[in-house]
């Protein structure tokens, strides 16, 4: 039998994790496009509501492989959502990168929102994932590098 702390804790997690399920069915209700499933595609549903509600992006459909937006003159946009890795990790091509980062209080920021070539040219290749990762302090960097005219989107 499992000491009072133990238990204690079990049950602390339930409540966590009931409070985390139904928020995602509050998420659904409020934005059915997205599918608001498992814990890690949670933080990436909210970085594409982002992405659409606030940089006015079009959704992809589903299936599109290696972007998941698209901006109003139709250039694709991967979106990666990063709360708490020092790199992000992508895969795939797209005309554009948007990087955004989330805080504790579900507040965002955006760490990078540019060219997508010149952010797979600087990551290396991790043949173990499968994917190309990226420092975000080399992210951030590079946002800070792009010039107005090049950041124009």
Do not use: C
Not at 59 to 65: L, Q
Not at 75 to 87: E, M, Y
Not at 107 to 129: H, M
Not at 138 to 147: D, N
């Amino acid at each position: 039998m499992p000491d009072t702390f133990a238990r204690d804790r079990i049950v602390a997690a339930q409540a966590i994790l009931a409070s985390i399920f139904a928020s995602q069915k509050a998420l659904r209700a409020l934005a059915p496009e997205h599918s608001w499933a498992g814990l890690g595609n949670l933080l990436g549903d909210f970085g594409e509501l982002l992405a659409t509600d606030h940089y006015k992006l079009n959704k992809a459909p589903s299936g599109s492989g290696d972007y998941d937006a698209r901006t109003a003159d139709g250039r694709s946009v991967q979106i990666k959502t990063n709360f708490a890795s020092s790199q992000i990790g992508f895969r795939g091509e797209a005309d554009l990168l948007l990087v955004l980062g989330i805080k504790l209080d579900g507040s965002w920021e955006e760490i990078y929102f540019g060219p997508y070539l010149p952010v797979k040219q600087l990551a290396r290749f991790s043949g173990r994932d499968n994917k190309h990762m990226i420092a975000v302090s080399k992210l951030r960097s590079l946002a800070a590098a792009i010039t107005p005219s090049a950041a124009t989107l």
